[in-house]
């Protein structure tokens, strides 16, 4: 509902009597004020949920559709926000160390990075993987580096989200060949893979397959987890992604819950009840600095899905409506110029997403600009998520910004404007289509043009870099990979070839390849025997891209 | 003769690369080297593709040099993209979809911007093929966006032109400018996996079926391609073949390179006509003059022309 | 006439964050020069390939997934055996300021480090203007 006539005429005169009376002698710093994504604020914001009705209708009670206050009933008053932060480098003896420092400091998830070529299914030893071994995350060839990489870590007590995404059956099944080592039943193993493809066209550039064998893969392991990983989550739909490659609050969204309609369109498609997989979506969205924008967007977002959920799909759970996401502060918005700064910028962003009800959070270290995160920039990191859930009190009550005039405005201002894309992007006939197009790219590089020019020009300041500046030495204590870790994974390989049972590798890979020329065939329980006899991550993904094809880059600026 | 043009002859790519750059940029000394390559030249067939963006042009081009690289081809790609008439700055993304032959010896492609030249660009190219041409390629694509006058003559420097239509895009055959349509020999509908292909492919025999309806045996052919899944390249390859077969034979080739030639040497040598009038006129001063009489209304544009006219005639002692 | 200068943005190895690139690559655009873009995944035998067919002035390398102190001179060194050792090569991303004294001496004439302005690189390639147009 707009904001009242009554009271709208009544800041109309308050304007014109006495706001006028200021700026006459005092105008504003600017013009126009708008948010972090060009959405216009006003002076001052009115209330625009006044009835019952409305707040019944648009925001309800927490654990309640449309879920815009929160998906659980008693959120952080039950348990804090998972604790999870984003690590990973080097050899899988080194990440686990790092693992296990964050355990011993509070984490309380474990989110696996790998390095490149590992995403993007070659072996350490591959021509492709020149220098780029172990650099952004952790090298995994075979199942004896995901052995190592858990050694130690019971993976019946711990959840571990794995951001892998064109080769993420392998890894899983990888994940679920180590649990079985350990005694521990795939039924009960807890975590996410992060498996959206989609974003990875638009902004994120790890694809390997062109879409319709990637989304056949996707919806193998929804079925394939719906029945032998029911705690799994099978995918976790990104905007954060987006929003790094310059896209808005709202693009984020839009195209976050696009991408999600086109999963769900794919695996009804596939043959699954939408009950059946929906529960285990799961979203991942950016924080970024204008706090109550992405307070907003996160409230919107939930409200949006559960909608789209409810009368597109016509999902019958209320579990199958629930937005579940998790965060990660902006990485792009960290500055390689005074980086302390960056704790207080990542501290803000925490705040918008524990205020926005995110159900798990990675806060960036100081030296995000820098390079990897050295063990005590990571420590301040947690520390920062610690502080907030304990110290600043606003864990204490469910969405505590509700009814905030303003939240309230930006809400529904973001609900509206991401119904527009999300009704373009069906008139291209959906997702893999728009991006086809290259429409998705245009929106988010465009957005991203005008943000940096703004920086350019000084009218959107960074502090330390567009204003107040200071000559300062950079830190020397960077974090540096061993550039000779490429020789000791080249070893490892060849290790395990040695002792691996070459032909039951070969019979495999070869029902594998047999496999993807069925379309009605699971490949997961095949992937699952390759894996456990220590096939390499390359040998499988190299059968999948003689018989996928490899998808090509097309649209440019 | 030169070692440059020796190095071209031999196919050195950076003496090819650098020649083009000299073309490029106007540079006097292009024309003794493009004068010591012209004997060399004649061997290349030359294929303009044209057609609005988001065609698919350079993906279907991606493709055909795979198959004309498995007959041993050796193929040479323009890409020609306009420049911002603000900045005279460009993007030249089109290599992009091609870079899978970025190491392929027996690739060569290059980028071209526009440069706001009216005609300026189509000669570029005209001599960027002689060079290409005298390199060794057999095949020497040209690709452009087709909208514009600059686009059209770029692709009137070929032996056959490949339309490249895609259904979805709107009443795109109503949108392009009839001249385009008037020039295509080779019709593609790529993206024929979309709805509304069958329909376009219908639509372009229709106007087609007009222009021939006198001369049925001419028509044009019309082929149905979905580059980016590989499917309906050999078909257009053959369509191709037989296109050029035909026009080999019945004389229209020879026809249309002589006639290129003509329209190349008719616009060289009236452009450095006028250069040289320019010059020896000091042209552009006396042209600010000129301008403020004609615009503080003392003279009407054409009286004053004329008058001018007259007089530099008699200077020349050409009355 | 002032030559219009052509520069080569590059992404070699597997980095797929081509968000700098892009802005540098439509910056570059509007301040007049002719840039070529090949997007994401090239190696450097193809960024060298790539440079001398389009007979550029400049390449700029963008990487961002710490794999510059291999992959970026071997650009210059490819370029170098190939008779182009006089095209210009600048880098950018996420680069430490430790690594850039070796990457200087191995060829790479300057690196632009997170939150230098575009202009800071237009005067860059104005200042070396002369160098490239022998």
């Known amino acids: ?557 | ?319 | 006439m002032k030559k219009i200068i052509r520069i080569l943005i590059a992404k070699p190895g597997l980095d797929g964050h081509d968000r700098g690139a892009k802005y540098v690559a439509r910056a570059l655009k509007d301040a007049g020069y002719e840039v070529i873009y090949t997007g994401i995944r090239q190696t450097p035998e193809a960024i060298v390939k790539t440079a001398i067919q389009e007979d550029v002035d400049f390449v700029g390398l963008s990487l961002l997934s710490g794999a510059h102190n291999e992959l970026f001179p071997k650009v210059v060194r490819l370029l170098r055996e190939q008779q182009a050792g006089d095209i210009i090569v600048f880098g950018g991303g996420v680069i430490p300021d430790v690594d850039i004294p070796q990457l200087k001496v191995s060829g790479i004439e300057t690196v632009f480090t997170p939150g230098t302005p575009i202009a800071d690189v237009i005067q860059f390639i104005e200042a070396n203007r002369e160098r490239v147009s022998q």
């Not at chain 1, 330390?464 to 490892?492: A, H, M, S, Y």
């Not at chain 1, 699971?522 to 094809?549: H, K, Q, S």
């Not at chain 2, 376009?200 to 580059?227: C, R, S, W």
């Open chain 2, 1 to 319: 003769m030169t070692d440059f043009a020796e190095r071209i002859l031999r196919g050195d790519v950076r003496a090819i690369a650098r020649a083009i750059s000299w073309i490029e940029n106007n540079r006097p000394e292009k024309e003794s080297l493009i004068d010591e390559l012209f004997p060399h030249c004649g061997n290349a067939q030359v294929w303009g593709i044209t057609g609005p963006p988001g065609a698919g042009k350079s993906t279907l081009l991606d493709k055909i040099i795979e198959l004309e690289r498995g007959r041993q081809k050796k193929v040479a790609v323009i890409a020609v993209d306009p420049s911002s008439p603000f900045s005279g700055g460009a993007i030249l993304g089109d290599r992009l979809r091609m870079q899978s032959h970025a190491t392929d010896e027996g690739v060569f492609i290059r980028s071209m911007a526009s440069r706001g030249h009216l005609g300026g660009v189509a000669q570029a190219t005209c001599d960027a093929i002689k060079v290409l041409d005298a390199a060794g390629f057999d095949l020497i694509a040209v690709e452009t966006i087709g909208v514009g006058q600059t686009e059209i003559e770029v692709v009137e420097l070929s032996d056959l032109v490949l339309l490249v239509l895609v259904p979805g895009l709107g009443d795109e055959i109503q949108a392009m400018k009839a001249g385009v349509m008037e020039i295509g020999d080779i019709f593609v509908v790529n993206k024929m996996d979309r709805d509304g292909a069958l329909k376009l492919k219908a639509e372009i025999e229709y106007v087609l079926g007009i222009q021939f309806a006198d001369h049925p045996e001419n028509m044009k052919p019309i082929v149905m391609t979905a580059a980016s899944m590989n499917e309906g390249i050999d078909d257009l390859l053959t369509a191709i073949d037989g296109y050029v077969a035909k026009i080999s034979q019945n004389g229209s080739l020879q026809d249309k390179r002589k006639s290129r030639l003509k329209s190349e040497i008719r616009q060289i040598f009236t452009q450095k006509v006028s250069a040289h009038v320019n010059r020896k006129y000091d042209f552009e001063n006396r042209l600010d003059e000129w301008v403020d009489a004609v615009y503080r209304k003392k003279n009407g544009p054409y009286s004053l022309i004329n008058e001018k006219l007259n007089l530099f005639l008699r200077e020349c002692n050409w009355l």
């Open chain 1, 1 to 557: 509902m707009p904001e009242s006539k009554n009271l709208d005429d009544q800041r109309k005169s308050w304007e014109s009597a006495v706001v006028k009376k200021v700026t006459d002698k005092n105008p504003e710093r600017k013009k126009e004020f708008t948010t972090g994504s060009w959405i216009p604020v006003k002076r001052v914001h009115l209330p625009s949920i006044t009835t019952d009705a409305e707040y019944s209708e648009k925001l309800g009670f927490p654990g309640e559709y449309p879920f815009t206050r929160g998906v659980q009933p008693t959120m952080y008053r039950g348990r804090f926000w998972t604790m999870r932060q984003y690590a990973g480098f080097g050899t899988a003896e080194e990440s686990n160390e790092r693992y296990k420092f964050l355990m011993s400091q509070g984490q309380t998830g474990l989110s696996i990075a790998f390095d490149l070529p590992t995403q993007i299914g070659y072996d350490s030893d591959d021509p492709h993987s020149e220098g780029e071994v172990g650099k952004v995350g952790v090298a995994i060839d075979t199942l004896r580096d995901m052995e190592i990489l858990f050694d130690g870590i019971p993976l019946d007590k711990v959840s571990t989200s794995m951001t892998i995404n064109a080769p993420a059956a392998v890894l899983l099944a990888m994940y679920i060949a180590v649990a079985e080592k350990q005694g521990v039943s795939k039924q009960e193993i807890n975590g996410t893979i992060q498996n959206d493809i989609l974003k990875e066209y638009m902004a994120r550039g790890t694809y390997i397959f062109p879409p319709k064998p990637s989304l056949r893969l996707i919806t193998n392991i929804f079925e394939y987890c719906a029945k032998e990983v029911p705690k799994w989550n099978t995918i976790s739909i990104s905007g954060y992604h987006i929003r790094e490659a310059g896209s808005t609050a709202v693009q984020e969204v839009a195209f976050t819950l696009a991408d999600g309609i086109e999963y769900v369109k794919a695996a009804i498609k596939a043959g699954m009840d939408v009950d059946a997989f929906a529960d285990r979506l799961s979203f991942f969205f950016n924080s970024h600095n204008d706090l109550l924008e992405e307070v907003a967007k996160f409230r919107a977002a939930r409200r949006i899905w559960a909608k789209i959920m409810k009368d597109k799909f016509q999902a019958k759970s209320p579990k199958s409506m629930m937005l579940r996401f998790h965060t990660q502060t902006g990485g792009s918005t960290l500055t390689a110029q005074q980086p302390d700064n960056n704790i207080v910028r990542v501290a803000i962003q925490t705040l918008a997403a524990v205020l926005g009800g995110t159900q798990s959070l990675h806060t960036n270290s100081r030296d995000e600009a820098l390079g990897l995160p050295t063990e005590d920039a990571v420590r301040i990191a947690l520390r920062t998520q610690q502080i907030v859930a304990y110290e600043s009190g606003v864990t204490n009550s469910i969405d505590p910004l509700a009814g905030s005039f303003l939240v309230e405005s930006l809400t529904d201002k973001i609900e509206s404007e991401v119904w527009k894309y999300i009704d373009k992007i069906e008139e291209f006939g959906g997702m893999v289509r728009a991006i086809e197009n290259g429409f998705v790219q245009k929106e988010i590089q465009d957005a991203a043009y005008k943000y940096q020019r703004e920086i350019e020009s000084g009218e959107r300041v960074i502090i330390g870099v567009n204003k107040f500046t200071v000559k300062l030495e950079t830190p020397k204590d960077i974090l540096k990979v061993d550039p000779g870790l490429r020789n000791i994974q080249i070893q490892k390989i060849a290790d395990v070839r040695k002792t691996r049972n070459a032909d039951a590798v070969k019979s495999f890979l070869n029902e594998l390849r047999d496999g993807t020329k069925h379309a009605e065939v699971n490949l997961m329980p095949l992937i699952l025997d390759a894996v456990r006899e220590y096939a390499t991550l390359g040998e499988i993904c190299n059968v999948l891209r003689d018989e996928f094809g490899e998808y090509q880059e097309s649209i440019v600026l």
